[in-house]
């Protein structure tokens, strides 16, 4: 079966700087890897994927994430965060199935 | 940009009755899904639609859950008969090619009292 885990319930961290929320992720076969943001009273925003490929993969607002499969990770990163970037974040893993497993979830707050 | 939509935002209902949750996925889409997420704890999948009949679904997705594509435009989920542990936010999702990320509404929130 596929689980992820998003091991910080919450991270702080100040505007402009940089902002590291983790994941990692079990499972069976290759993992498909996304992350979404869900701002309050909002759906789940699609922000970027891992496939296959290079292991750095780019995604909407300056995000990015970095896979890395002897760590079965896939943390997401910003250079400089946003106040504007303060959200909940669900890491999620499929295999070769339809099925979307996530995270717990990462609220992110940014402050000025 | 196109969007999933879904109605009612709110929902609140007495236990044993029936529900009907709608979506409207992104017209181009041919993959539809319904996730769950109870208040603090994870979002939870629970079926996904392909070609008019379902694909895969979770143990939480029993006898009392159904889900229909009635008119090539509406997706929708139907509870037979509410339980209060069904109490949850209910996000549909759908996707056009395999390999892309899912994208999702706004969600239902349901309340059974």
């Known amino acids: 079966a596929q689980s992820v885990a998003q091991p910080e319930d919450q991270v702080n961290v100040a505007e402009g700087n940089p902002l590291t929320v983790k994941c990692t992720y079990s499972?069976?076969?290759?993992?498909?890897l996304f992350w979404y943001v869900q701002y309050p009273n909002r759906g789940l925003q699609f922000l970027l994927k891992?496939?296959?490929?290079?292991?750095l993969v780019k995604g909407s607002y300056g995000f990015e994430a970095e896979f890395n499969k002897s760590q079965t990770s896939f943390h997401l990163k910003k250079p400089s965060a946003l106040v504007s970037d303060s959200a909940l974040y669900f890491c999620?893993?499929?295999?070769?199935?339809?099925?979307?497993?996530f995270g717990g979830g990462t609220r992110l707050m940014v402050k000025p | 940009e196109p969007e999933v939509t879904q109605t009612p935002s709110h929902q609140v209902t007495q236990m044993g009755q029936e529900v009907i949750l709608r979506c409207v996925p992104i017209s181009n889409h041919l993959y539809f899904y319904w996730y769950r997420q109870i208040l603090g704890q994870k979002v939870e999948f629970l079926v996904s639609f392909y070609n008019n009949e379902i694909s895969e679904k979770s143990e939480i997705f029993d006898d009392q859950f159904s889900v229909e594509r009635p008119d090539g435009s509406n997706f929708t989920l139907k509870i037979r008969s509410t339980k209060l542990e069904d109490s949850a936010m209910y996000f549909c999702?759908?996707?056009?090619?395999?390999?892309?990320?899912?994208?999702f509404g706004p969600g239902t929130r349901l309340t059974v009292t």
């Open positions: 999702a759908s996707l056009n090619l395999g390999v892309q990320g899912q994208y």
């Open positions: 999620a893993v499929r295999d070769g199935g339809n099925m979307l497993t």
């Open positions: 499972v069976s076969g290759n993992p498909y």
């Open positions: 891992y496939i296959t490929g290079d292991n």
